[in-house]
């Protein structure tokens, strides 16, 4: 069930809405846990069962870590107990049948593939069971008693299947008291409606195009159509992604959570650096705190702190896919990252702004090649058209270009902070005819974006999530 779907916004929210909302009290939990179980079960319904499995097991393991806290071999055991419980389902169905096909090369050996689907959210929810135990045992939060409180916190469907991820102590106040009112309600439905028009009207749409142009072969692709191509596919995966997000903390402002933000306008970023502090920020602040920091993060010299770079960009690549293109894409990122931290981020800094701009822009869309394109093949095939080897320009490329020119001036308007700081200006001024406009817009713009998104979905047969499969 997608958020951007007609059975999930006239059917299940609604309903679900209008029994959390007459719910008094602590039963909300009870009703938000209820509304969750159903939701993955819609699409999960024998994979919820795993997801039950993992939150009794970290449950359980918060509390024995609590009580075994003095001793620090006991606690340090049931840790680790708990991550490879994590870790083993994650891999088991993430990169089961990968492992599998590895070993398949050794000449005489011939092991049948698992082919299980990958539940969905399993990376999200893992992580965040994870962050839970290692806090208890670090003694940042305390171990939830209540299992009710607990099992709402991995299940919450706003945000369960592709995040953001949540860590405890984000939202441990509220998960046993939060308020409610319309003014946050109203900010909540428009942050949603924000985010469903991003995945719908801009994001379905880029992709259309993107899938037209991946959908040739390579070698018939000249550089112009290759690189609108792959600017068309960074535009869908940041509104899919950045949409989703948005919808995720609109419902969880309506239910009273407040979960963290998880994109920035990253492609205004002037460095791979200050691009991974911009995009998917709850993945990569996991990755900081549970992975770069605990291996010494900067503080033990600079090559360990390239050696831990690498580290944590290698596991972010294998995070995303049982596929040597995910190691690949996780790796390209490690590399630019370390000669950021070596040479080339002094170099940024002094250079002219447009040229750290540009210089970010083509890592990421080379990135996103090594990221899409399954095989070696068909990336190397790409690079070879986006880099002049099959000619420069076609008619192809130029008509395709004309055709959605529109969405385009859109989506680079849209990924930039410009609408917001207009926004931010007109609602600071104190003239009238800022002040008419603003109040127009809010009574206009937040209703004509819905309408047309429903207008989209109803008419469309093109609504994935492209985050859904990890």
């Not at 000449?107 to 049948?112: F, K, L, T, Y």
């Not at 003014?183 to 880029?206: E, P, S």
Request: charged letters at 15%; a positive charge; one cysteine or more.
């Amino acid at each position: 069930m997608v958020f951007s779907s007609i059975l999930f916004l006239f059917r299940f929210l609604p309903i679900f809405l209008i029994c959390y909302l007459l719910t008094p009290g602590r039963m909300k939990n009870f009703i938000l846990l209820l509304g969750s179980l159903f939701f993955y079960a819609w699409g999960e319904p024998v994979y919820v069962v795993l997801m039950l499995i993992s939150t009794v097991s970290d449950y359980i393991h918060g509390l024995l870590i609590e009580k075994n806290r003095e001793r620090k071999n006991v606690a340090r055991g049931l840790l680790i107990s708990s991550v490879c419980i994590n870790l083993l389902m994650l891999g088991f169905f993430k990169y089961a049948d990968f492992l599998i096909g590895l070993v398949n090369l050794i000449p005489g050996v011939n092991i049948p593939l698992l082919e299980l689907p990958l539940p969905i959210g399993i990376s999200f929810y893992t992580f965040q069971t994870m962050s839970y135990s290692i806090d208890v045992y670090r003694g940042e939060v305390k171990a939830r008693k209540n299992i009710l409180d607990f099992a709402v916190f991995v299940t919450m469907f706003p945000q369960l299947i592709a995040g953001p991820i949540v860590k405890y102590h984000q939202i441990d106040t509220e998960l046993h008291h939060r308020e409610m009112n319309l003014t946050q309600t109203r900010q909540g439905m428009n942050r949603f409606v924000i985010g469903m028009a991003k995945k719908v009207l801009l994001a379905n749409n880029l992709g259309l195009v993107w899938s037209q142009i991946a959908g040739g072969t390579g070698g018939e692709l000249t550089m112009f159509t290759a690189w609108l191509g792959i600017i068309c596919y960074a535009f869908q995966i940041y509104f899919d992604f950045s949409g989703y997000s948005d919808m995720a903390i609109g419902l969880g402002l309506i239910m009273g959570f407040h979960f963290p933000e998880n994109f920035n306008y990253p492609y205004i970023s002037h460095s791979i650096t200050e691009f991974w502090r911009r995009w998917h920020i709850s993945l990569s602040t996991w990755f900081r705190e549970y992975v770069y920091i605990p291996l010494g993060g900067n503080r033990k010299g600079l090559r360990r702190q390239l050696l831990n770079i690498f580290i944590v960009w290698m596991l972010t690549g294998i995070w995303h896919g049982a596929g040597v293109n995910f190691l690949l894409w996780g790796l390209w990122y490690a590399f630019f990252l370390i000669l950021e931290k070596t040479f080339l981020g002094k170099w940024l800094d002094a250079a002219p702004r447009f040229l750290g701009r540009l210089y970010t822009w083509v890592v990421v869309l080379v990135g996103w090649v090594f990221f899409e394109l399954g095989s070696w093949d068909a990336v190397s095939s790409y690079l070879v058209s986006m880099f002049g080897g099959r000619g420069l320009i076609d008619n192809n490329g130029i008509y395709t270009l004309i055709q959605n020119a529109a969405v385009l001036v859109i989506a680079v308007i849209a990924s930039t902070p410009v609408v917001t700081s207009m926004v931010k200006k007109l609602e600071g001024t104190k003239t009238g005819l800022a002040i008419a406009t603003y109040r127009v817009g809010t009574m206009l713009v937040i209703p004509v974006l819905f309408l047309l998104s429903i207008a989209f979905i109803v008419d469309a047969s093109y609504n994935p999530f492209l985050y859904f499969r990890f």
